[in-house]
């Protein structure tokens, strides 16, 4: 009797738990059925905007990779493995033994992260030590860390310049730099890449308080160099600084990876340098700002994406760390770089194909037509090579082209099978002759 009665309990139970269940999907779906009029309003609205993204071709079409970020890679989809010509990797540090396993010491050591920012609980011995290398590497007198390059371009701006002052930007500057500026309440000033006839029109005929020339060390899209020299010479005569954004440069460019400055023959000109830990330095994320030891302390007391972000987590900060110790003791990644490099810049020049850029691993085969470049990609992945067209507005129109990134972790017959792949689609689709 008491078993009878205990199944049908049971049996209650359980029929209870389905109408309760039952009840949740109906108001989930009710939920998700009843919107709002100003959420189809928006729908509408976007629904425009995307079209005209699409109409524009700069449709974004994210690739999904089912393996480490490496020179070979797999993409979800696809067979096979691709070889890698567009990541930032350019020391082919991301997936590296020695960064991985200090990055997996540090989650065993200080956990996965801080669950607050700095100021408050989110700062660790291993935070201060990073920050004290890279000033150290810089040779500049203090650092603070960001989670990202973009952060500290977005603090910086704001936090040192008032209408007192004015800003003097290079017109191909990265969107951080631009976001940053408008942040500001400073007077803004852009110049054309790389004018330096425009930029000292401009500087003479401010009377600001601060002035700050602000430019790229290496522009992203086109791997061309700031003319350093020229922006240091204006800087001092005109009693201005200069701040670089040297995040295409840090760890890889100039004898000892001292980024753009070093390239350049004039180690220290700028005043502030921000850059990146995302790319050549682990590849994993992170940012920061060096420069004179006041700017930074103001950066800490009043930099918004500083004071409002979690702290960079410990196993980004120790890959980091493990990362800045091999680019200061090893100059073999760098030389192979340069090698990859020369070979890949005159393969290319050889087949007939204009490749832009100033000696830097950023290579960016020069199309023109959109629809060419977009199909020459194509004809690349469909060869096993990965890379990634680019055309307006993230490029001036007539500009479109297809960006290689070479990295030290690429090796010879890589570089030639990519030579040899631009030249047979480059031929295919009639952008060379055969």
């Not at 065993?108 to 801080?114: F, R, T, V």
């Not at 603090?155 to 408008?182: C, K, Q, W, Y």
């Not at 940012?287 to 006041?294: A, F, L």
């Not at 023109?368 to 977009?374: E, K, N, P, T």
């Amino acid at each position: 009797m008491a078993a009878c009665i205990c199944g049908n309990i049971e049996g209650i139970l359980i029929v209870c738990l389905i109408v309760f269940r039952g009840q949740q999907f109906r108001q989930l779906h009710a939920f998700n059925v009843k919107e709002r009029a100003g959420v189809t309003k928006l729908r509408e609205v976007l629904e425009d905007r995307l079209q005209e993204i699409k109409r524009a071709k700069t449709w974004k079409h994210e690739r999904i990779l089912t393996s480490p970020q490496d020179t070979k890679v797999k993409v979800q989809g696809a067979q096979g493995e691709f070889l890698n010509f567009c990541a930032n990797n350019y020391l082919g540090l991301s997936n590296h033994p020695e960064v991985v396993e200090a990055s997996r010491e540090a989650l065993s050591k200080y956990g996965a992260g801080l669950s607050s920012v700095r100021f408050i609980c989110g700062t660790q011995t291993i935070h201060k030590e990073l920050e004290n290398r890279l000033a150290k590497f810089h040779g500049r007198e203090d650092a603070i860390l960001y989670i990202s390059c973009f952060d500290a371009n977005a603090g910086l701006f704001e936090s040192m310049l008032t209408p007192e002052d004015a800003v003097f930007s290079d017109a191909l500057n990265h969107a951080s730099i631009i976001d940053g500026i408008r942040l500001c309440k400073a007077q803004k000033f852009r110049y054309p890449h790389r004018d330096l006839k425009e930029l000292e029109h401009l500087l003479a005929h401010s009377e600001a308080r601060l002035k700050l020339i602000v430019t790229d060390g290496v522009f992203s899209m086109d791997g061309t160099v700031a003319p350093i020299k020229g922006l240091r010479d204006l800087a001092d005569k005109y009693r201005a600084l200069l701040a670089i954004d040297d995040s295409h440069a840090t760890g890889f460019f100039g004898e000892t990876g001292r980024g753009t400055e070093e390239y350049c023959g004039v180690l220290g000109a700028a005043d502030i340098i921000c850059s990146t830990l995302g790319k050549a330095v682990s590849g994993a994320a992170g940012g920061y700002t060096t420069g004179p030891k006041e700017l930074i302390t103001l950066l800490r007391n009043v930099s918004r994406p500083y004071l409002f972000s979690n702290s960079p987590p410990p196993p980004v900060v120790a890959a980091s760390m493990k990362s800045l110790e091999l680019v200061e003791t090893s100059s073999d990644l760098r030389r192979r770089l340069r090698e990859n490099t020369r070979q890949f810049r005159e393969g290319l020049k050889g087949v007939g194909l204009k490749v832009s850029g100033d000696e830097h691993p950023i290579c960016p085969v020069m199309v023109g037509d959109a629809a060419l470049a977009v199909e020459l990609a194509a004809g690349m992945l469909e060869r096993g090579i990965y890379v990634v067209a680019f055309s307006y507005p993230v490029v001036p129109r007539g500009g479109a082209r297809v960006r290689v990134q070479l990295s030290a972790a690429h090796t010879s017959d890589d570089v030639t099978r990519a030579i040899d792949a631009f030249k047979h689609v480059a031929q295919n689709i009639g952008i060379i002759n055969k």
